[in-house]
């Protein structure tokens, strides 16, 4: 684990580089618009069922306030609930800015070689994460509910889930760049992907620094895949040199 803790130490160094600040401060604005987006959505929504629901039982001047009340209160519930798998779904549409970015700093090399991932990829891989987060934190939702007695257990429940995801996302954003069709072969090995993927969740637990975990999540999954990369390719050199 020593490797990725390292990896976290790297990512923390470059987060006030101008490149990494850039990403960092579209990804803030593009999530926070996202989910005025959605408040709004909700607001004329519940607005209108407010009005069919409540008429003749709650005058005319109070439906305004009430929606309001409630839109406010569903919105809050949905930020803290939703925030980590929006903002990991739109750091994913900017991940290949972030990725170029520790390899130009670090890994010049690997820089040259790599190949910048299409529009189209990074909305695909955008969209499919968000969409594996949501089904797999709703599938933990009961379990996470049954667990409420025990108080920590919802915690520890959607810590895990969420370490498994993040630790593949967050390492896949750099490997895609370098994996010339081999989209399966991520070589950061599963327990360090979980150890980085629960560092990543955890931080996303905590106030303001939720507001960069993705970010270093990005930074320190690269750092973890171009550790590796060097690493077989430091063996299949000693193996070619070995047998000639």
Request: aromatic residues 8%; contains cysteine; neutral net charge.
């Amino acid at each position: 684990m020593t490797l990725v803790f390292s990896a976290f130490i790297k990512a923390c160094g470059q987060l006030f580089d101008p490149p990494m600040l850039r990403v960092l401060a579209k990804t803030l604005l593009v999530t926070l618009l996202i989910f005025i987006a959605l408040a709004l959505a909700l607001w004329l929504a519940i607005a209108q069922g407010l009005e069919w629901a409540l008429i003749g039982f709650l005058p005319q001047d109070y439906e305004g306030p009430a929606a309001a009340v409630a839109t406010l209160l569903i919105s809050l519930i949905l930020f803290w609930l939703l925030f980590r798998v929006v903002a990991l779904a739109v750091l994913q549409f900017f991940a290949d800015e972030v990725v170029a970015a520790v390899e130009a700093h670090h890994y010049p090399d690997a820089a040259e070689r790599a190949t910048p991932l299409p529009l189209q990829v990074e909305i695909a891989l955008s969209l499919r994460g968000a969409a594996r987060a949501l089904v797999f934190n709703g599938l933990a939702l009961p379990v996470a509910l049954f667990l409420m007695v025990t108080a920590i257990g919802p915690a520890v429940v959607f810590l895990f889930v969420n370490a498994v995801l993040l630790g593949r996302e967050l390492t896949d954003m750099a490997w895609l760049r370098h994996c010339e069709g081999d989209v399966k072969g991520n070589p950061v090995p599963r327990l360090e992907r979980f150890a980085l993927g629960a560092g990543v969740a955890g931080l996303m637990m905590v106030p303001f620094a939720n507001l960069v975990a993705p970010l270093i999540g990005a930074a320190a999954g690269t750092h973890l895949v171009q550790g590796r990369l060097m690493r077989q390719s430091r063996e299949n050199a000693i193996g070619e040199h070995e047998r000639a």
